[in-house]
């Protein structure tokens, strides 16, 4: 199965173990799904997790930048117009 995991749910489970969003995490960790997402999702999580009101050290967070950048499939989210018929 393929998923998409938003800053939210990341935020979520790296937090707060034991939630729906930590397993779902874990999940992926294990190779049990595959996590699809985008260089602007990654971007909005890093800076997130840096501004975030429970600090986080860098080097963790390079962990996590790294880590996703490794076992994730990128792909280039299109834009869809409102008028569109795609």
């Known amino acids: 199965m ?3 995991l938003d800053t ?3 935020i979520s ?3 707060w ?3 729906y969003c930590s397993q779902l995490i874990e999940k992926w960790k294990n190779k049990e799904i595959e996590l699809i ?3 602007e999702i990654v971007k909005e999580l890093v800076e997130t997790l ?3 009101k429970i600090p986080m050290p860098e080097n963790m967070v390079e962990e996590w930048n790294s880590f996703i950048l ?3 499939i990128f792909v280039e989210p299109i ?6 018929k795609r």
């Open 79 to 84: 834009i869809k117009n409102k008028n569109s």
């Open 17 to 19: 173990d034991g939630n």
């Open 2 to 4: 393929r998923v998409v």
């Open 13 to 15: 489970g790296i937090f």
């Open 70 to 72: 490794k076992n994730s």
């Open 8 to 10: 939210n749910v990341f």
């Open 50 to 52: 840096r501004s975030f």
């Open 37 to 39: 997402s985008s260089f």
